[in-house]
């Protein structure tokens, strides 16, 4: 058991942490697990997840909208970096399905600019096999090929 005063001397590292960048109960975890008992770190997060201040679904679609704004990426790689960030595979899936017409358009699009880019410099099979290497879909190259 703890007490309130302990509680509340963590919580305040943890929404400091929280409030700094958005983060996901992953981060947070691993942040925090050498640091925090288990216990009261189970119960900070529980509380700083109903106050809104953890979200990992809004997280998600952020940081979507983020990579879809400033990069040129694959459904694939998006997934992968949202692996790294700790985010369950159940609840990147769930969102990908919920959005994929969207991720599907924005993915053609990034093979496009990449291929635009390139096609200047490298062969088309070279620029084939490094978007395939990127994780695009080959139904999407066949796409932007023709």
Do not use: H, W
């Not at 302990?6 to 958005?22: G, H, N, Q, R, S």
Request: with cysteine; charged share 40%.
């Amino acid at each position: 058991m703890y007490t309130p005063e302990e509680f509340d001397k963590y919580k305040t590292k943890v929404m400091t942490y929280i409030l700094y960048k958005k983060r996901t109960e992953s981060e947070v975890r691993k942040k925090f697990c050498s640091v925090i008992e288990e216990e009261i770190l189970d119960d900070i997060i529980e509380y700083v997840k109903e106050a809104g201040y953890i979200n990992d679904q809004e997280y998600i679609k952020k940081l979507v909208q983020e990579y879809m704004n400033l990069k040129e990426m694959s459904i694939r790689e998006m997934k992968l970096k949202l692996y790294q960030k700790g985010i369950y595979a159940d609840e990147i899936n769930d969102y990908i399905e919920e959005n994929r017409e969207m991720l599907e358009e924005y993915e053609l699009n990034s093979a496009r600019k990449i291929f635009d880019k390139k096609k200047n410099l490298k062969d088309k099979q070279k620029i084939t096999r490094y978007l395939l290497n990127r994780g695009f879909d080959p139904d999407i190259l066949s796409k932007i090929e023709n």
